[in-house]
């Protein structure tokens, strides 16, 4: 089993940042990718960010320039740097690990922009 706890969620003016933590309960090198979810009131679930075992990273086109995912192996911890935010990127984001076989899920840390 494995915990993935997701933290610096908040509440920030538009154009401001957050960065968000995801911290694994084991070395994230085992996993084959990693990556942050959202999901806005109403809305399904969205990939904002991922990022495999070899570091190549995608984006949902919306966060494009504005957010970067990284990981720090010895602290087995996954970032989500989000820049000028914006009211829609409000929502409850969520990290998730992929080992091929299982995919993790953490409870989730709410990420409110104000205009």
């Known amino acids: 089993q494995v915990q993935l706890v997701e933290s610096g969620g908040g509440l920030v003016q538009a154009g401001g940042s957050l960065r968000l933590s995801c911290a694994a309960s084991?070395?994230?090198?085992?996993?084959?990718?990693m990556g942050w979810y959202r999901r806005a009131p109403g809305e399904q679930r969205e990939l904002v960010a991922g990022i495999t075992s070899g570091d190549r990273t995608n984006y949902a086109d919306s966060v494009k320039g504005r957010f970067s995912i990284s990981r720090d192996i010895a602290q087995n911890t996954v970032y989500l740097q989000m820049n000028s935010l914006k009211p829609e990127d409000t929502a409850v984001y969520y990290c998730?690990?992929?080992?091929?076989?299982?995919?993790?899920w953490g409870r989730g840390t709410q990420v409110t922009v104000s205009s």
């Open positions: 084991r070395n994230i090198f085992s996993f084959n990718a």
């Open positions: 998730n690990a992929d080992n091929g076989y299982l995919g993790y």
